[in-house]
């Protein structure tokens, strides 16, 4: 059976080019960073030649970069961290919106418990945020905003610059969560004034449990694990060390036009789908305000889960929301956010291409969803 896969939002296959730079570092180079003999300099030496990389990227130093085990710990981390920094001068007011990934939100929940105070800013029907909402929502004790780059459901991609912006001449910490966008679009830390960026390596080809923390030199902040003092006192656990080396390759590998080429098909997916299909509706910006690989549509009539388990019959593999809340059959609360009924938000599902996508899956997914939500429609009807 022909099989498509149209989830790279959720994960992405971890690159051949990838595999071949790690695998030296399982079967030979495989001391403890931390040791000082030779096999745990060879270590060490490798994820100090990644930080390079990864810090480059984003036009950062190199001792700016700390690693993780991925967005969520970065996320944590960057909040938390900040929040027990900044409590006992009387600073404890943060300021996000209301379309956060998951570990941004339910950390502020957590955080609301132990004396912060946090405002969630509302977002218009595409996604934004409007810049002058967080400068009227900062106060004396703010110490952050954390905004994403760019949404995980609807590719919406935020006026980092703007922010950036504000927050600067406010003297309030800017974090953002590039967790999607890293890589897919221009990220620069000094350019938009960001203080601490989330990144990780398996959304862009490389392996899962592996991220980085970028922390603007200068900044104080307390470690959310405590232990050895590996990565310069402010992150403890043995370093992955094939996981680093894999994520600074994958970056390496990175080409624009990998997502120039996601672009066309982004669009022919879009297109084909308001083309074929009657009553739908695309969730999100347009254009290149949305992510170059993320399509989210909501089909009038049709139950996204539905609709998702016929495409997987046929190979094609796709997500009715994050990847992170699929377990809990919660409602989207991005989707939500933006002024979806309850309905549209049932009847939505997300496409996210990869590099590997090719003008004949899109091809194939169109015809696909057109019978499908063809035949999904008339049974509803026979029902009623």
């Known amino acids: 059976m022909k099989s498509v896969y149209l989830d790279n939002a959720a994960t992405t296959k971890v690159d051949r080019k990838v595999l071949k730079a790690v695998m030296p570092y399982f079967e030979n180079f495989y001391g403890n960073p931390s040791s000082v003999h030779i096999k745990g300099q060879e270590a060490k030496k490798a994820i100090e030649s990644a930080r390079k990389v990864i810090a480059k990227s984003i ?29 006992p001068y009387g600073k404890n007011h943060i300021i996000t919106t209301k379309i956060e990934h998951d570990s941004i939100l339910h950390t502020c929940k957590w955080l609301e418990k132990k004396g912060a105070k946090v405002t969630y800013l509302g977002v218009n029907e595409e996604g934004f945020i409007t810049p002058e909402k967080i400068k009227n929502s900062i106060t004396k004790k703010t110490f952050l905003v954390s905004v994403m780059h760019a949404n995980n459901e609807i590719g919406t991609i935020q006026e980092l610059e703007k922010i950036g912006k504000i927050c600067h001449e ?8 590039a967790a999607q966008s890293y890589t897919k679009i221009s990220l620069d830390v000094k350019k938009f ?16 449990g592996t991220g980085a923390l970028f922390i603007k030199e200068g900044i104080k902040i307390e470690p959310l694990l405590h232990g050895g003092g590996h990565e310069r006192m402010l992150r403890s656990g043995t370093e992955n060390v094939p996981g680093i080396v894999g994520f600074a390759k994958a970056v390496e590998i990175s080409k624009k036009t990998d997502y120039r080429k996601m672009i066309i098909l982004r669009d022919k997916l879009i297109d084909g789908i308001f ?16 992510l170059p690989n993320n399509v989210n549509i909501s089909f009038k009539n049709v ?16 997500s009715t929301g994050s990847a992170c809340m ?13 002024g979806l009924t309850p309905k549209e938000q049932d009847s939505s599902i997300r496409f996210t291409l990869g590099k590997d ?7 194939y997914a169109l015809k696909v969803l057109f019978q499908t939500v063809e035949k999904l429609r008339e049974a509803k009807d026979i029902k009623k």
């Open 59 to 87: 036009n950062a130093k190199p001792e700016e970069i700390y690693f993780t085990s991925g967005g969520t710990e970065g996320n944590n981390w960057a909040l938390k961290g900040l929040f027990f920094e900044n409590f």
């Open 170 to 177: 406010k003297k309030v910490l800017f974090h953002t969560d």
């Open 193 to 208: 004034n960001l203080d601490l960026v989330t990144i990780n390596a398996h959304k862009i080809y490389g392996i899962k």
């Open 275 to 290: 083309y074929t299909i009657p009553e739908v509706k695309l969730n999100g910006a347009k254009g290149e305000k949305r």
């Open 303 to 318: 139950e996204g889960e539905a609709l998702g388990a016929f495409l997987e019959n046929k190979g094609i593999y796709v």
């Open 326 to 338: 699929s377990n809990t059959n919660a409602e989207s609360h991005v989707l939500k956010a933006i």
């Open 357 to 363: 996508t090719k003008d004949k899956d899109i091809s």
